[in-house]
């Protein structure tokens, strides 16, 4: 893979706004191709097979089914199964899209959410390009806010009961950077900004072995 490859992972509660932060980090920085897959996507498309349902719905219901499922596959497959899912199907992708020797290629993760997801893509060649490196983005907003970024949406969705090892061990992730989406989208365009500033520069330097 003669690619340089960054990896994105963005970690944080229901409701901070990390696909959000996702999507914004993709248009202030457009000189790089971006590639986004949610870890959850494979594990979505399987409850809505199953069960014939939108878990675009985003019910508690829909929310408990995802859990569930998500357990069930990791305790049957292994705890990285959905990454790994996840790994193939960008991979895939990349492979289909005719990238020029030395183009540089961000894979976004918009939901990191288990400390193992984490230390994997920390991993040095989890993606296996040459100088591969991955940075850990925390995204965080106060509780009444993120309940009423929720209930705002069209679906009407609410705050879940934060209980479940997916909606609770991101506190535990060590992370890269850390930012508060407390404010308007331009704040937190501002912050992004001088983050994915800091990943620029540090993308120049040579990697320590």
Request: proline letters at 5%; a neutral charge.
């Amino acid at each position: 893979m003669d690619i340089r490859l960054v990896t994105l992972g963005f970690v944080g509660p229901q409701g901070a706004g990390k696909d959000f932060a996702s999507k914004t980090v993709e248009s202030i920085w457009p000189d790089v191709i971006h590639l986004r897959k949610a870890i959850a996507d494979p594990l979505k498309a399987k409850v809505e097979q199953l069960y014939g349902i939108d878990v675009s719905a985003r019910t508690p219901e829909v929310r408990e089914l995802l859990q569930r499922h998500g357990a069930e596959g990791r305790d049957s497959h292994g705890e990285l199964y959905w990454l790994n899912r996840a790994r193939q199907v960008c991979l895939e992708t990349l492979e289909q899209h005719a990238l020029q020797p030395g183009a540089t290629v961000a894979i976004h993760h918009p939901d990191v959410r288990l400390r193992c997801e984490a230390e994997a893509l920390k991993m040095r060649s989890f993606y296996g390009a040459p100088n591969e490196r991955c940075y850990l983005i925390a995204i965080d907003a106060p509780l009444k806010l993120r309940d009423q970024r929720l209930r705002a949406r069209a679906e009407g969705e609410e705050l879940s009961h934060e209980t479940d090892p997916t909606e609770t061990e991101w506190r535990d992730i060590s992370v890269h950077f850390r930012t508060n989406n407390n404010g308007s989208p331009t704040d937190l365009e501002r912050r992004l900004r001088d983050i994915v500033g800091t990943i620029q520069v540090w993308l120049s330097l040579p990697r320590a072995s």
